[in-house]
Structure formats: C-alpha cells, structure tokens
C-alpha cells in the first residue's frame, strides 16, 4: 500500500489535470418564434444556469428572460465583428464557462450568424449541444397542407429585383414545397412573380406565426396575393408547393 503522501500527491496531480482539461460546453437552444410561452423547459433550464447567452439580439432577448425570470447575462453575437466576438466566447468556454447561443427569434443557425461559434468548438473539442425548438419554416409547413416528406429551404428571400425573380423561378421547378422567410416588402414582390409565372400554383403566406396577428392564407398565388395587399405584418414565411402538388 503506498505511503499516505504520495496518495496525496497524486490526488492533487489528477485533480491539476483535471482543472487544467477542464472544457464548457457551447448549447445552441431554440428560442420561440413569437409566443414567449413556446420555449421548452429544458431551454429554459439551461438559459438559467449557463454562465453567459450569445445573441442575435440581445435586446430582443432580454425580453424574453424577463418574460420567464431569467437573469443570465446576455452577450451580443453577430452580425458585426463576428470573428473577434467568437475569439473571446471561444476563450471563455475553453476555461470552463458554458454559454448558451440563441437567434432573435426561432432556431440558431438558420438564417442566422451562428455558424462560425459552433464550427469552432467543434474544431477545439469543445461539447456542442442542441435543444431544438421552434422554427417558423416547419410551422408553416406543418399548416401549409402539402407533403412534405422532404422540402427545398430557399431562406431568406432576396431584395433585389433579378435575384427575387430566379429564386421563385428555380421554387416553381422543385417537386417539393418551397419555404422562405420574407419582409413585407420581398414577399410581396414574390407573390407578384408567382402570379405572373404560375398563377394557380398554390401558395401559403404564414404571417406573424405564434403571435396574436397571427394570420395564414392558403390558395393560389393569386389569392394570396390579393389578400396579402396592403395588410402589414412583420414576419412572412412563404411556402410554394412544388410541381406535382397544384
């Protein structure tokens, strides 16, 4: 049996290593798409007991933490200086810190900034753990009444003109549904070029989902086009259903 001090010894020797190897986590939690209420209670879990949240919008965030009595520190992650901002989050973790990463609203990463956070930690080893949640493109989905065994994600619509016009073009193609996330502005101009190249192509604007304007039309392009006209609403999930679906 070893001498009492050189267990000790070595005691301390795997506890230095222990410290020395320790590694955060990085956890990409879905937050809800509108309804405060929609976030799960693992995600609302972990946003109360990681060290730090990475957001999109921090401003937006903070009112959902205030929403659930959450007072994590929020930090801002993109859309600017992103590569310095995940040198530091990267550090953090890598001295033991677990940070959250949410988007402004729904899933990380989709259509988001998040990319270059979660690539790095997985390059230095660093654990990245999902807690999925909503995502405005499969609620619409999910009430759009097309099959959707398999879908083309075009995300955010463009702005420009020429750009706009060969996306809805190449959707009209797929024989699957097509989603995109849309302003007022660009999914109106989409409609515009639904209706021009496919008039009868069925349609489904999801607009404001999970809020109280919540608002769905479903019908041709042409009839949802007419009645989108000159309804404002802040979030427009576009779905086009694909070639064999009219």
Do not use: W
């Given at each position: ?142 009430v759009a009444g097309f099959p959707c065994e398999s879908f083309h994600f075009l995300g955010q619509l463009p702005s420009t003109g020429l750009h706009l016009s060969r996306s809805v073009t190449a959707a009209l193609k797929k024989e699957v549904p097509t989603v995109a996330y849309g302003t007022q502005m660009t999914a109106t ?58």
């Open positions: 049996m070893p001498p009492k001090q050189s267990q000790e010894n070595a005691g301390q020797s795997m506890a230095s290593a222990t410290s020395s190897d320790e590694r955060g986590a990085v956890y990409v939690v879905a937050v809800p798409i509108g309804h405060a209420d929609d976030l799960t209670l693992r995600a609302l879990a972990i946003l109360k007991s990681v060290d730090l949240i990475a957001s999109e919008d921090p401003m937006l965030t903070q009112q959902l933490l205030v929403h659930h009595r959450i007072s994590t520190t929020v930090t801002s992650y993109g859309p600017v200086n992103v590569k310095e901002k995940v040198a530091v989050l990267l550090q953090r973790v890598r001295q033991g810190a677990r940070i959250a990463l949410v988007a402004d609203r729904g899933s990380p990463l989709i259509v988001d900034p998040g990319a270059r956070l979660v690539a790095g930690a997985h390059a230095l080893g660093i654990p990245v753990i999902p807690l999925p949640g909503p995502s405005a493109g499969i609620a619409a989905l999910t101009r989409a409609l515009s070029t639904l209706v021009r190249l496919a008039p009868r192509r069925l349609v489904v604007a999801a607009c404001n989902l999970t809020k109280p304007n919540e608002v769905i039309f479903r019908g041709t392009a042409r009839q949802v086009s007419r009645r989108l006209c000159g309804v404002q609403r802040e979030d427009i999930t576009i779905v086009v259903s694909g070639r064999k679906q009219r």
